[in-house]
C-alpha cells in the first residue's frame, strides 16, 4: 500500500449541541476503510451493549469512503449505521444519489451523532465548518416541503439535503432516511433512529468535484463508457428499464413473490407492474447519481396523482407493494411509491407489512374490530394506500403495523408470527429464497437481516465459467456453473460466502453493486483495483480487498453476540419449506435439512464457532479484530 489517507470524523452531540472534529490515522483507516466498516469501527469504539436503539445512547453514523465523489460511474454512494430499532441488531442501509459525494466533497468521511436534542434541529455543513440549526418549523413536514423550506432558509439551491419525513418523527420502526425526496437509506428503520434524536435533516452543501491522482490511468474506466453500457446486455437493460426490468422474468419462472409469499406467480398483475410497462405509460424521464452514466432511475408522473419530484418505484417496490399485496395496478404502486418518499418509509418493510396484515385479515387472525371496520385484503389498492399513511403517522391499526410485521404479529399473538416474513426482524425482499437458494442462505446469516445485495444471486451461475462473468468470479476465488440454480451445495455455499465478502466490501467502500459487483456489473474486480491505485493511489490487491470485506462482516456479526443473537436467527420462515401451490413454481420448496447442512457449511468457511454461529477469538485475532477481545 502506497498511500492511504486520514480519515476527517464529524461528531455531533445533540445533548450539548456540540460539533467536535476528530481524526483517524490512515494506518487504522485503511482496514476500515469507509461505509460500513467505519461506522461500526466507531459504533463498537464508543457504544457499549444493551442501549435503546431509540434512546439517545445509542450511536447513528452517517458514512462515505475515500473513494466517494471521483467521477466515475457508481461511486455516489453512503452507509447509515446504528443499532436498529426494527430488529435489535445492527442496523446497516445503504443509499445513492448526490449527497454522498457532496458530504466527501466537503472533506467529511463520516458523521457520528450521538445524544437527543432538547427541540428539532438539523445540521448544515459548509466545508470545514459545520453548524446545528433549529427545524421546529420542519417538524411534521414530507420530504417535499421541508426540501423546499431549507433551501429557502439557506438562500441556495446548491446543497444537498438527507432527511427524516413524519414517519421517522413517528419513530415507525422501518423509516427510512431520504435525500432528494427520492433515494433513501431504506433498510433497518435508521429513520426511526434519527427522529429519535430529534434530527430532522443533514444539509450539505455542494463543493468543487474531486479529481483522480492519476488522470491518465483513471481514463481507462471512464472513456468508452456508452460502448461499454451498451455491450453488457443487464446493464443496458437497468438503463433502458430500470430495476423493474426483472418483473416480468421473475413471474415467467414462476418466483415473483405475490400475495405475500404464498406464490410465485402472478399473472393479473406482472405485465402491469413491469418495468417496459413502466417505461411505455408512465415514465417522465430517468435519473442518475453522481457522476454515473447507467441512469437507472425512474422519474415517473400521473397528472394530479403523481408528482415527479418523487422518481418512482424499483423492482423492490413494484413488489412489495404490487405482487406481495396482490395488486397490480402501476398507478397505485406508483402512488405507494410517493407517499413513502414523501413521509420517509422503506418500502420493502412497508409493503411486506401491508402483506402480511391482509392475510392475517383473510385468515381471521385480525377482525375488523381490530382494524377500525377497514377490510385489508389482497388486492385493494385503496386500502393498501391508507395503511401507508396510517402507518407514518401511526393511526389506528396503523400504529401497530409501525412496529415492523415480526412485533406486530407477536402482539397479535394466534398464528401471525407464522406470516411474518423476516430474518431477524427485518422484512424479506422480493428474491425468493426458492429460486436463489444462496441468496436465501445469505438472508439467513446476514448480521442485519435479510437483504438481496449482500451477496451475488444463483442465476449467475447459469453461464458458462469461460464467460466474461465467470472469469470476473474466478477472480475471487470461484469458478463453476450450475444448470439448475435451484442446487444448494458445498460449492454454492462458497458462492455466497465469497460474493458476500465482495459485496460487503463494495458497502465498505460505498459503490454500487449494479456497476461494480463481482460478475455481471459494468466494472469487475481488475477495474477495482485501477480505481484504488488511479483514484486515490491507494495500491492493494484482491485478497487485501476481500479481507476488509471479511472483516465488516464479522464486526456486524460481533456487535450482534454482544446483543444476544446466535445460530438460532439463522434460518428461513417455515414457509420457504413449504411447495409452492401454483405456477411455473408448483411444487418447488427448499429441504431444511439440507438448508441447516449449508448453514453449517457456512459457519465453517466463514471459520465461525459452530455451537453459536459467531466469530470465534482466533478469527477476530485474523483479521486484526482482536482489539474487540479487550
Not at 150 to 175: D, M, W, Y
Not at 300 to 320: H, L, M, N, Q, W
Not at 473 to 491: M, T, V, W
Request: contains cysteine; charged residues 20%; glycine residues 10%.
Amino acid at each position: 500500500m502506497s498511500f492511504f489517507p486520514d480519515a476527517n470524523i464529524l461528531h455531533v452531540d445533540l445533548n450539548q449541541l456540540k460539533i467536535i472534529r476528530k481524526t483517524i490515522p490512515g494506518e487504522t483507516y485503511s482496514l476500515y476503510p469507509g461505509g460500513g466498516a467505519l461506522a461500526l469501527y466507531l459504533i463498537l469504539q464508543g457504544m457499549g451493549a444493551g442501549v435503546d436503539p431509540l434512546g439517545p445512547e445509542n450511536m447513528l453514523v452517517f458514512a462515505v469512503s475515500p473513494l466517494t465523489g471521483l467521477p466515475v460511474s457508481g461511486q455516489s454512494r453512503m452507509v447509515v449505521s446504528t443499532r436498529s430499532p426494527l430488529t435489535g441488531a445492527i442496523g446497516e442501509s445503504q443509499g445513492g444519489g448526490f449527497f454522498p459525494a457532496a458530504l466527501k466533497g466537503n472533506g467529511w468521511d463520516a458523521v457520528v451523532f450521538t445524544g437527543r436534542a432538547p427541540k428539532p434541529v438539523y445540521l448544515e455543513i459548509k466545508g470545514s465548518e459545520a453548524r446545528l440549526r433549529p427545524a421546529e418549523h420542519l417538524w411534521g413536514r414530507v420530504t417535499g416541503e421541508a426540501e423546499d423550506l431549507i433551501r429557502e432558509e439557506l438562500g441556495t439551491k446548491n446543497i444537498e439535503i438527507a432527511q427524516i419525513g413524519p414517519a421517522g418523527e413517528n419513530l415507525v420502526r422501518f423509516a427510512c432516511i431520504i435525500n432528494r425526496c427520492s433515494r433513501a437509506n431504506g433498510r433497518t428503520g435508521c429513520g426511526a433512529v434519527m427522529g429519535s434524536k430529534n434530527l430532522k435533516a443533514v444539509v450539505v452543501h455542494k463543493s468543487k468535484p474531486r479529481m483522480p491522482v492519476d488522470p491518465v490511468e483513471f481514463r481507462y474506466l471512464t472513456r468508452n463508457i456508452s460502448k461499454r453500457i451498451n455491450e453488457n446486455s443487464i446493464v443496458y437493460s437497468l438503463k433502458k428499464f430500470g430495476t423493474a426490468g426483472n418483473i416480468k422474468d421473475n413471474h415467467e419462472a414462476g418466483f415473483l413473490a405475490t400475495r405475500n409469499f404464498t406464490s410465485g406467480w402472478f399473472p393479473e398483475g406482472a405485465e402491469n407492474l413491469s418495468g417496459d410497462n413502466i417505461a411505455a405509460t408512465i415514465l417522465k424521464k430517468t435519473d442518475t447519481c453522481y457522476a454515473c452514466s447507467v441512469r437507472c432511475k425512474r422519474v415517473v408522473a400521473i397528472p394530479g396523482k403523481v408528482d415527479s419530484r418523487y422518481g418512482g418505484p424499483e423492482y423492490e417496490t413494484c413488489a412489495a407493494m404490487g405482487s406481495y399485496c396482490g395488486i397490480g395496478s402501476l398507478e397505485a404502486v406508483a402512488m405507494a411509491n410517493q407517499l413513502c418518499n414523501m413521509y420517509g418509509l422503506d418500502t420493502i418493510s412497508c409493503g411486506a407489512t401491508i402483506a402480511f396484515a391482509m392475510e392475517c385479515y383473510e385468515r381471521g387472525i385480525l377482525t375488523s374490530a381490530d382494524t377500525g371496520g377497514m377490510a385489508p385484503k389482497f388486492g385493494d389498492a385503496a386500502v393498501m394506500l391508507k395503511l401507508i399513511e396510517m402507518i407514518a403517522k401511526r393511526e389506528g391499526i396503523g400504529d401497530l403495523l409501525a412496529e415492523g410485521s415480526l412485533r406486530a404479529a407477536r402482539k397479535i399473538g394466534k398464528e401471525a408470527e407464522y406470516l411474518s416474513l423476516t430474518l431477524k426482524g427485518l422484512e424479506i425482499p422480493a428474491h425468493m429464497p426458492q429460486f436463489k437458494p444462496a441468496v436465501g442462505l445469505i438472508y439467513a446469516v446476514n448480521p442485519y437481516g435479510a437483504d438481496h445485495q449482500s451477496s451475488e444471486h444463483d442465476t449467475v451461475l447459469t453461464l458458462p465459467p469461460d464467460s466474461v462473468e465467470g472469469e470476473r468470479l474466478a477472480r475471487i476465488g470461484f469458478r463453476k456453473s450450475y444448470d439448475n440454480p435451484l442446487e444448494l451445495d458445498a460449492d454454492k455455499v462458497r458462492f455466497a460466502f465469497l460474493t458476500q465478502c465482495f459485496y460487503s466490501l463494495t458497502d465498505t467502500l460505498c459503490l454500487c453493486q449494479f456497476v461494480w459487483g463481482p460478475s455481471w456489473q459494468l466494472y469487475g474486480p481488475e477495474e477495482l483495483l485501477v480505481f484504488c491505485r488511479s483514484g486515490i493511489g491507494w495500491e492493494t490487491t484482491m485478497e487485501d480487498l476481500m479481507r476488509i470485506g471479511e472483516r465488516h462482516i464479522n464486526m456486524m456479526r460481533y456487535f450482534n453476540a454482544r446483543e444476544g443473537f446466535n445460530k438460532e436467527q439463522d434460518s428461513l420462515p417455515k414457509r420457504f419449506f413449504q411447495p409452492l401451490p401454483d405456477g411455473p413454481s408448483k411444487g418447488v420448496k427448499i429441504e431444511e435439512d439440507k438448508f441447516k447442512e449449508a448453514v453449517g457449511q457456512y459457519y465453517q468457511l466463514a471459520g465461525w464457532d459452530p455451537t453459536t454461529g459467531n466469530p470465534t477469538a482466533a478469527k477476530l485475532k485474523e483479521l486484526s479484530l482482536d482489539w474487540l477481545l479487550e
